[in-house]
């Protein structure tokens, strides 16, 4: 009996080691691939960079340098980080403003960071889903559209990452730009022609101009219903849109099924609210990546790379290098797929539907409650006018009404289950929509929970950062005094 126990203990000490074997193999395996995407990432980055220069020398040439330096001087004044204009802005200083160096601002500013966030989320989507963007890549065309990108940030960054992934030198890739702005119009193709798989002449670039506050035109429409990959990436909080919602609406219902719609904005409520509330639920699409609320950085290196490209023309106005980003990747179903898939099932839970919702059904589930509780009395008497009316609604006759009574009469237990079935039944969708409403809730608080962990550890990262690129600033001038002197 000894030796059994022991050969036992043994067998699970055995098994226990094996288990944390296992653990620490998995922990290792999740660790290196970590550390292989930021490898990544910061390969991508830094070519972003010099595709980003390259892009600026095309467009602005050594001549007029002094003019963008008096430009981008004079332009900090009425806009902010993000190069939107402040909104104590006068329309004169606007149109002033807004002219083709305020595009070479923007890239400048902006393009590296969002380029290399949308590179880093799309790439962990790929890896986590690689079987979707495999079946869009046996297609002869790959189609991109980007709703309101003009200055291509997003599509570069999607496409450098099929690049490092797939050989898509050789697929014929069309992009679709719809911009309201057709200044940008040069900038974008001046962008997308640095890139590996544009420099042959299969690969095809169209502009749209469209105001997409307006109902959509014909050209929307078609180059939204072609696209494998439709692309909003800070959108909403560029144009500062009041009714994000509705066009967000107008986008998704456009999207043909097996397409993939890539969104990437500030995490502000109204933005959470627009592109699927808290749980990113959208008809007949399925949310397979999410990034509720997180800080995208670049990497000091990249960093170091920008001054060295613009320090000399620019000092330390750098390019912004963090961003507070809400991600999200839905993949859209056809209707055999929604039914075959549980996660296609989609409910309204703004706050305000919900609280009108609930109040509406606390009503008739409090009287569902009394009912209920009144069938748990033993005394028989009060419920035998009650059945006669409920059975005889249902089209049972006098002699069936008798029977079933008498059955009932016999038996406690089946009276209160008679009882409860005629209670039940007429407020069986209620109390399933209640429960359904209160999971969701469940859910959002869940979500939003995340959503505050998260944050804060954006804040810390942010922080962290800030203090790395304060540090190298200042080196940077420290260096720079040094050699003038």
């Given at each position: 009996?000894?030796?059994?126990?022991?050969?036992?203990?043994?067998?699970?000490?055995?098994?226990?080691?094996?288990?944390?074997?296992?653990?620490?193999?998995?922990?290792?395996e999740?660790?290196?691939?970590?550390?292989?995407?930021?490898?990544?990432?910061?390969?991508?980055?830094?070519?972003?960079?010099?595709?980003?220069h390259?892009?600026?020398r095309e467009?602005?040439?050594?001549?007029?340098?002094?003019?963008?330096?008096?430009?981008?001087?004079?332009?900090?004044?009425?806009?902010?980080?993000?190069?939107?204009?402040?909104?104590?802005?006068?329309?004169?200083?606007k149109?002033?403003?807004?002219?083709?160096?305020?595009?070479?601002?923007?890239?400048?500013?902006?393009?590296?960071?969002?380029?290399?966030?949308?590179?880093?989320?799309?790439?962990?989507?790929?890896?986590?889903h690689?079987?979707?963007?495999t079946?869009l890549?046996?297609?002869?065309?790959?189609?991109?559209?980007?709703?309101?990108?003009?200055?291509?940030?997003?599509?570069?960054?999607?496409?450098?990452?099929?690049?490092?992934?797939?050989?898509?030198?050789?697929?014929n890739?069309?992009?679709?730009?719809?911009?309201?702005?057709?200044?940008?119009?040069?900038?974008?193709?001046?962008?997308?022609?640095?890139?590996?798989?544009?420099?042959?002449?299969?690969?095809?670039?169209?502009?749209?101009?469209?105001?997409?506050?307006?109902?959509?035109?014909?050209?929307?429409?078609?180059?939204?219903?072609?696209?494998q990959?439709?692309?909003?990436?800070?959108?909403?909080?560029?144009?500062?849109?009041?009714?994000?919602?509705?066009?967000?609406?107008?986008?998704?219902?456009?999207?043909?099924?097996?397409?993939?719609?890539?969104f990437?904005?500030?995490?502000?409520?109204?933005?959470?609210?627009?592109?699927?509330?808290?749980?990113?639920?959208?008809?007949?699409?399925?949310?397979?990546?999410?990034?509720?609320?997180?800080?995208?950085?670049?990497?000091?290196?990249?960093?170091?790379?920008?001054?060295?490209?613009?320090?000399h023309?620019?000092?330390?106005?750098?390019?912004?290098?963090?961003?507070?980003?809400?991600c999200?990747?839905?993949?859209?179903?056809?209707?055999?797929?929604?039914?075959?898939?549980?996660?296609?099932?989609?409910?309204?839970?703004?706050?305000?539907?919900?609280?009108?919702?609930?109040?509406?059904?606390?009503?008739?589930?409090?009287?569902?409650?009394?009912?209920?509780?009144?069938?748990?009395?033993?005394?028989?008497?009060?419920?035998?006018?009650y059945?006669?009316?409920?059975?005889?609604?249902?089209?049972?006759?006098?002699?069936?009404?008798?029977?079933?009574?008498?059955?009932?009469?016999?038996?406690?237990?089946?009276?209160?289950?008679?009882?409860?079935?005629?209670?039940?039944?007429?407020?069986?969708?209620?109390?399933?929509?209640?429960?359904?409403?209160?999971?969701?809730?469940?859910?959002?608080?869940?979500?939003?929970?995340?959503?505050?962990?998260?944050?804060?550890?954006?804040?810390?990262?942010?922080?962290?950062?800030?203090?790395?690129?304060?540090?190298l600033?200042?080196?940077?001038?420290?260096?720079?005094?040094?050699?003038?002197?």
């Amino acid at each position: 009996m000894a030796e059994k126990n022991d050969m036992e203990n043994e067998h699970l000490n055995v098994e226990t080691l094996r288990t944390q074997v296992l653990d620490v193999k998995d922990f290792i395996e999740i660790n290196a691939s970590h550390e292989l995407h930021l490898c990544k990432c910061i390969a991508v980055s830094l070519e972003l960079c010099e595709l980003y220069h390259q892009a600026i020398r095309e467009l602005i040439g050594y001549h007029h340098m002094k003019d963008v330096k008096r430009y981008f001087y004079n332009l900090k004044s009425v806009t902010n980080r993000w190069c939107q204009f402040k909104e104590d802005c006068s329309l004169f200083n606007k149109l002033r403003c807004n002219t083709h160096y305020y595009t070479i601002a923007y890239i400048y500013r902006n393009s590296t960071c969002l380029s290399s966030a949308v590179a880093h989320y799309f790439g962990i989507f790929l890896s986590q889903h690689t079987n979707i963007v495999t079946e869009l890549l046996q297609r002869d065309e790959i189609r991109i559209c980007s709703v309101g990108g003009g200055s291509t940030s997003d599509v570069v960054g999607l496409i450098k990452v099929l690049e490092s992934v797939f050989d898509v030198t050789e697929l014929n890739v069309h992009v679709s730009i719809i911009d309201a702005d057709k200044k940008w119009q040069n900038a974008c193709i001046t962008v997308l022609k640095g890139l590996r798989c544009f420099r042959n002449s299969i690969c095809k670039i169209d502009f749209i101009e469209a105001d997409l506050s307006l109902p959509f035109n014909s050209k929307v429409i078609n180059a939204i219903e072609n696209a494998q990959i439709v692309s909003m990436v800070k959108f909403f909080s560029d144009l500062e849109i009041k009714i994000p919602e509705f066009l967000f609406q107008e986008v998704h219902s456009l999207i043909n099924p097996g397409s993939v719609l890539f969104f990437l904005d500030t995490p502000d409520s109204v933005i959470v609210k627009a592109c699927g509330g808290s749980l990113g639920d959208l008809p007949e699409y399925e949310l397979l990546y999410e990034a509720p609320f997180d800080s995208y950085t670049l990497h000091i290196s990249v960093v170091e790379k920008h001054l060295l490209l613009y320090g000399h023309i620019f000092g330390t106005n750098i390019c912004n290098t963090m961003f507070k980003a809400i991600c999200r990747v839905w993949v859209k179903y056809d209707n055999i797929l929604a039914v075959k898939n549980i996660k296609m099932e989609t409910v309204e839970f703004e706050e305000i539907v919900l609280f009108k919702k609930i109040k509406k059904f606390k009503s008739f589930y409090d009287q569902f409650q009394n009912l209920s509780g009144e069938i748990k009395i033993n005394s028989y008497r009060p419920w035998k006018e009650y059945f006669s009316v409920e059975l005889e609604k249902k089209g049972y006759s006098e002699k069936q009404i008798q029977k079933a009574l008498d059955k009932a009469q016999k038996d406690h237990a089946k009276l209160r289950r008679l009882g409860e079935l005629l209670l039940i039944k007429p407020y069986e969708n209620l109390i399933e929509e209640i429960i359904k409403e209160q999971d969701i809730r469940k859910d959002s608080a869940k979500w939003w929970t995340n959503f505050h962990e998260s944050r804060k550890k954006a804040v810390s990262d942010l922080q962290t950062h800030q203090q790395s690129i304060s540090e190298l600033l200042q080196l940077y001038k420290a260096t720079n005094f040094l050699r003038k002197t």
